[in-house]
């Protein structure tokens, strides 16, 4: 039992990267103001352009995990002329977006020939002289550089996000893009740049999936994590260390799937496969329960902004 | 120091005016105030070809020459194609209407795959538990499906109104729990104990669909049935006219003692039992078994109807046909370039994408100015 409760601890924070690095992606996009759904296409597109990397290039992960904050970003810039230049309604662009995402990676995952083939991947680093100690070690120090780069990511982002002036104009245009226009920002410039920016992490999210965790890419592998992001965003009212520890908590429920199995109790396989949904379900039930303020999330969050246009 | 003491004060002529052309000119949006139907449908037709040119260059980019998608595209309208088409627009019909009902009462009803899987799986229990005689197993096994569709959605509606989850979250949420339940179903106590795939074992033949004159699925009849019944519900009922009301002032509605909550929750049930309805056909006329994959990809058709027929279920028909001829089209591809079927979803979104783009050509007017 003991070792099913450290191999299971030692197993979340793997599950947990991709919630919490696409969380806080769409933290990034939705405090300007923009209300983004795009999470679980960009997720697609960012692990197939990881896992084509890894099989064409052949190089190193890290070149891979690049090409899928890049890839990511790129088809973003989609859903910021959309939303922000064209000022398409904001669910109906994010949805569109999210669909072609996953036709066009189910596309040329296939048409490359790149469906079920083994990468190379990420090896977990051993910090020799910590990860010896018993349990903690094993926990804390074997994990991938990843995990360490995620906590390091989010310390820049809160610091980018409250304690820098872009940070700061980036939440005026999300808040009340009306004011910070007139106090002379840019309001299209400072979305675009929201959007793009939280995309790459998006990306990353998804190219940790097909690079890091499973080594492999299979057509839409992502499986709806994307919109657990999107609920685990409003579950931490728009604040990156809540949605860092909503992003472990669920990483904790999925990792207890495979370590159930193995421990040989005998559960229902796919109605454990719900539980990360039931899961979501409940913490949103728990948020509305709980909050019957309204929450805080971004004045203009879903709110096309129009110059000088009356309301 | 002396030149500028000889300088007047003030000049006596006003400088030249040295005007530097700019070099560059800039864009500005004008809001149009109202544009006459013929130059929208000009701008939404425009748009619409934009979208189709590019969906057919990603095509010839991934291996398919243009012409031949042409011929492809005709011979799906060929007589015995023409009847998978009208067998495909059934579901795609239902799931339009679906979406557009719920839509128009501002829900964004996204599970309609989820509804579409209860709808199958309350269906495939009234076959597999042979509940009623075998004349009425027909229309029993479709008032299971439209009422497992509704509830599946009126779980979702609870959720927002007691505990104000969004609607787009708990919905598509509720789609991965009702596939897991049909996976769980499906190779467990349901498994086909004869094929041992995962799949239900076959519905007799009086529990199916069957064609009708002219090669024409019953389906058809019921999807309709369904567009008349939304129709009449949205254009001519008290209902539909209580649905304009909410959708366009909700305090006012409650002011004038409109029964909000109750209409609200009708439209959406209407939603959801469209949605299980189509589950119920997709089961009972091609596959005549519960399978594995009966509702995969039918949310995103359902959200593109909707928004091309702009939720009006009389449109939601044609639009639903045509959309049929793009899903038969993305199988023959599938058998002839292993072309995935993802192909469709993707085309698909890039109409939405152009469409969309056309409703900013709509309001907007843009101008150079120099």
């Known amino acids: ?311 | 120091m002396h030149d500028r003491l000889r300088q007047p004060a003030i000049p006596m002529t006003p400088p030249a005016v040295t005007t530097t052309p700019r070099r560059f000119g800039r864009l500005t949006l004008d809001v149009r105030q109202n544009v006459s139907p013929w130059k929208q449908a000009a701008f939404v037709g425009g748009s619409l070809l934009i979208g189709l040119v590019v969906s057919v260059a990603i095509l010839a980019v991934t291996g398919i020459p243009p012409l031949t998608l042409g011929s492809e595209l005709a011979g799906v309208l060929v007589a015995e194609n023409l009847r998978g088409v009208l067998i495909q627009a059934a579901p795609l019909i239902l799931v339009g209407l679906g979406a557009s009902l719920a839509f128009r009462i501002g829900f964004w009803n996204l599970g309609i795959e989820g509804q579409m899987v209860f709808g199958g799986i309350f269906a495939a229990a009234i076959s597999i538990y042979d509940i009623g005689p075998p004349a009425t197993r027909l229309v029993l096994m479709g008032t299971a499906a439209a009422i497992g569709g509704m509830l599946w959605v009126l779980l979702a509606a609870f959720l927002k109104t007691r505990f104000r989850v969004n609607e787009i979250i708990a919905t598509l949420l509720l789609n991965y729990i009702a596939m897991y339940f049909l996976f769980h179903l499906l190779y467990g106590t349901w498994q086909d104990a004869k094929t041992a795939f995962p799949q239900s074992s076959p519905f007799r033949p009086f529990e199916r669909l069957t064609d009708i004159a002219g090669g024409v699925n019953s389906g058809l009849l019921i999807a309709i049935a369904g567009v008349l019944a939304a129709g009449w519900l949205i254009h001519l009922s008290r209902i539909g006219f209580y649905t304009r009301f909410i959708s366009a002032n909700p305090r006012m509605a409650r002011i004038v003692n409109i029964p909000v909550q109750a209409v609200t929750m009708s439209i959406i049930a209407a939603s959801g039992a469209c949605a299980g309805l189509a589950g119920f056909i997709n089961i009972a006329s091609q596959e005549g078994r519960l399978t594995q994959s009966f509702s995969n990809g039918y949310v995103f058709s359902g959200v593109l109807i909707a928004f091309l027929s702009r939720n009006d279920p009389i449109v939601v028909a044609v639009v639903g046909f045509l959309i049929a001829v793009l899903f038969i089209t993305g199988q023959t591809l599938q058998v002839f370039y292993q072309i995935p079927f993802t192909m469709v979803q993707m085309i698909e979104a890039i109409i939405v994408i152009a469409v969309a783009s056309s409703e900013f050509l709509i309001r907007h007017r843009i101008r150079w100015i120099r």
């Open chain 1, 1 to 311: 039992m003991n070792d099913f409760l450290i191999n299971w601890m030692a197993n979340a924070p793997v599950t947990a990267v991709p919630y919490a690095l696409a969380a806080l992606g769409l933290i990034v996009s939705e405090r300007s103001g923009v209300l983004n759904l795009t999470a679980e296409g960009l997720m697609l597109i960012g692990a197939l352009a990881g896992a084509g990397t890894c099989l064409t290039l052949g190089g190193h992960p890290a070149i891979a995990l690049l090409a899928a904050m890049a890839a990511a970003s790129l088809v973003s810039l989609l859903f910021a002329g959309l939303v922000v230049v064209l000022r398409i309604n904001q669910v109906i662009a994010g949805l569109a977006v999210v669909f072609f995402c996953q036709g066009f990676t189910g596309l040329i995952g296939t048409l490359a020939k790149w469906q079920n083939k083994q990468l190379t991947g990420l090896a977990p680093l051993k910090l020799w002289p910590l990860s010896e100690i018993p349990a903690v070690g094993r926990i804390l120090f074997t994990q991938d550089p990843i995990v360490y780069l995620t906590v390091l990511i989010f310390i820049a982002v809160s610091f980018l996000l409250f304690r820098t002036m872009l940070g700061l104009r980036i939440r005026a245009v999300g808040e009340n893009p009306a004011a910070a226009d007139a106090a002379g920002t840019s309001v299209v410039l400072h979305r675009i740049l929201a959007i793009v920016a939280g995309s790459s992490l998006i990306g990353l999210a998804g190219g940790y999936i097909s690079v890091v965790s499973v080594k492999l890419w299979v057509t839409g592998m992502t499986g709806g994590r994307g919109w657990i992001a999107v609920a685990l965003v409003v579950f931490a009212r728009w604040a990156p260390w809540p949605a860092l520890w909503g992003a472990l908590l669920f990483g904790c429920i999925e990792a207890l799937i495979p370590h159930v199995a193995a421990a040989g109790i005998r559960v229902p396989q796919y109605l454990m496969l719900m539980t990360p949904y039931l899961a979501t379900l409940a913490v949103m039930i728990w948020v509305g329960a709980k909050d019957r303020s309204g929450g805080r999330e971004p004045g203009a969050l879903g709110q096309p902004h129009v110059r000088e246009e009356r309301r």
